[in-house]
């Protein structure tokens, strides 16, 4: 076993298998038969219709996935430990076009919802001037290995959506998280009123995916439009899809966990 970091990890049989039995010729770019599954896939995942967009990194899912909940002169309010800060260089600036990260405190790199609620009080009153927040970010789980419970993640989307802002989650992770908390995948995303999430695979079994799940499906052609403008639309895009298939289908991304 190796400690140092859960991208060591190999690619789990299960999706190794998948990726042979995509060989055959396909449409490219998200026409073939398995990336159409992945809405639906997805949907009953979450229990909600939700629109799926694949990238093949999770930088490029968290920062792709952000760009469609800020302007570029708007700010995102997170914690100075969450990764997107700490471990994106400036992603979040390139491809929300100038966005800025907003960061702040709190006990083992989780945002508290009363210090969230302080802060966006204290941070959108000083007009033209100055960056107001627009969106909320945390990690899930963190990158201390912490975990937000339904109640505090729960909480964190009512603080948001009482000062309007938008609400996103990276979920490098996501999956240890569901399978530490034991709670339905639906607790703590779009029931507390989350509106993408970077799903995490490839530190959990995948060789190279991770999906941005749109809670609001309205989002995509925004989102897909960034992923091209990014480079990281892919031509033989039934790969990404055949990864995350197998990694939902039957629970695995729960056992791997």
Not at 5 to 27: F, H, K, Q, R, T
Not at 78 to 97: D, K, L, M, P, W
Not at 208 to 225: H, M, N, T, Y
Request: net charge negative; charged share 20%; with cysteine.
């Amino acid at each position: 076993m190796n400690f140092s970091s859960d991208n060591v990890s190999p690619i789990c049989p299960e999706i190794l298998a998948a990726i042979g039995e995509a060989s055959d010729p396909a449409l490219p770019y998200g026409a073939d038969a398995a990336s159409q599954q992945l809405d639906h896939a997805f949907s009953d995942l979450f229990g909600k219709e939700v629109a799926v967009v694949p990238v093949a990194t999770g930088t490029a899912a968290n920062l792709v996935g952000l760009s469609a909940l800020v302007s570029p002169f708007g700010g995102v309010a997170c914690h100075h430990q969450a990764h997107i800060n700490r471990t994106e260089s400036t992603g979040v600036a390139f491809y929300g076009n100038g966005a800025k990260l907003m960061t702040m405190d709190g006990p083992s790199a989780k945002l508290l919802p009363e210090t969230l609620d302080a802060f966006l009080t204290r941070e959108n009153t000083h007009g033209m001037h100055s960056v107001d927040p627009e969106c909320v970010a945390i990690t899930q789980a963190t990158e201390f290995g912490t975990i937000y419970d339904v109640d505090e993640v729960q909480a964190i989307g009512r603080v948001a959506k009482a000062h309007g802002m938008k609400f996103f989650m990276d979920g490098a992770r996501f999956a240890n998280a569901i399978a530490a908390l034991g709670c339905h995948p639906a607790d703590i995303t779009w029931k507390a009123g989350l509106d993408v999430l970077s799903f995490g695979a490839t530190k959990n079994g995948a060789m190279a995916v991770d999906a941005i799940i749109l809670f609001d499906p309205s989002l995509r052609g925004r989102v897909e439009k960034a992923r091209k403008r990014g480079g990281h639309l892919f031509s033989k895009h039934r790969y990404l899809a055949a990864q995350l298939l197998a990694y939902v289908k039957d629970d695995l991304w729960l056992r791997n966990a």
